[in-house]
């Protein structure tokens, strides 16, 4: 029995690549661009007045309710017009994807629609000096405040580009019982707050990281993202299949390359991109049929 998958984009998907084509090559873009290395919250504004930071996302969260495939455009024609990514990825394909999937109607309402405007932004605090990869071993921790909200404490470090985001998604331990799995929460925190303090790290990379202490930071009970302490599943299992398979395409400048069609179809004089960005997951405009079976 064979069956056949058309690995073509459709009308809508060239559509869109086309636009993404006119917007990047806009010299007016492309001139922001080349400025906003350190700071691209002008660059993601102009993207998001075109609804182009979160294609993918429903049109009541400020997308344009496309699809993945879209959204691997997007990323495709970010990286090869060069632009900065870290707060990108944190805002919309992280926290944004976390509150998305798993947060109350009410938080989406308030909280996405600045996102996908460029109007707000995110950064994360997971990884704390003694817990790096193992969120488990969090001692950042919350206590009740006895009218439904928290009362969040603790240090944590390797944020990067903190100091350009409006909130934080935090992870911290609201109950001590059970396995070191449980009691665990995440919420959003915002940088606004007085008793967040933000202070770079010295290090030898191009990417600046931050440590942020929390001293007493009062969390509302309506900027969690689910229920205190049920955040493991969320942690361990959350993760956008666009960041976690194709992050490297934001590692691509286009340099003096001009914007062809996506990665795959380089026709003469076009792009040659020799990664592999899309070795499993790959769009081509005018692809074949591949028939499957046997």
């Known amino acids: 029995m064979k069956s056949s998958v058309n690995l073509a984009l459709d009308g809508r998907q060239l559509s869109f690549w086309e636009e993404l084509q006119a917007f990047f090559g806009n010299p007016d873009i492309v001139e922001l661009i080349a400025r906003s290395a350190s700071d691209p919250r002008e660059l993601y504004g102009r993207m998001g007045q075109q609804r182009l930071l979160a294609p993918h996302w429903p049109e009541s969260a400020g997308g344009r309710g496309y699809g993945q495939v879209e959204a691997c455009l997007l990323l495709e024609a970010m990286g090869l017009a060069g632009c900065p990514d870290t707060l990108y990825i944190t805002s919309i394909q992280v926290v944004g994807s976390v509150v998305l999937d798993h947060g109350s109607d009410a938080l989406k309402a308030a909280f996405l629609p600045g996102l996908a405007a460029g109007e707000r932004f995110a950064s994360v605090l997971f990884s704390e000096l003694t817990a790096g990869s193992d969120l488990a071993g ?9 009218d439904g909200d928290w009362i969040v404490s603790g240090r944590k470090t390797w944020s990067a580009r903190t100091p350009l985001a409006t909130d934080v998604l935090c992870a911290f331990r609201t109950a001590e019982e059970g396995s070191r ?4 929460s995440l919420a959003l925190v915002s940088l606004g707050d007085p008793a967040v303090n933000v202070t770079p790290i010295s290090t030898v990379s191009d990417e600046v990281f931050h440590e942020i202490r929390l001293e007493d930071v009062r969390v509302p009970a309506d900027r969690f993202i689910g ?6 599943p969320v942690l361990s299992g959350s993760g956008p299949l666009v ?4 992050r490297a395409t934001m590692s691509l400048n286009r340099q003096n390359m001009p914007m062809g069609p996506p990665l795959g179809r380089c026709p003469e004089n076009g792009p040659v991109v020799t990664c592999q960005l899309w070795s499993d997951h790959h769009f081509w405009p005018a692809a074949p049929s591949v028939e499957i079976g046997s």
Do not use: F, K
């Open 181 to 184: 799995y449980d009691g665990l």
């Open 227 to 232: 229920a205190p302490g049920a955040a493991w």
């Open 138 to 146: 969090i001692s950042t921790a919350g206590r009740p405040a006895g």
């Open 243 to 246: 960041v976690e398979s194709r």
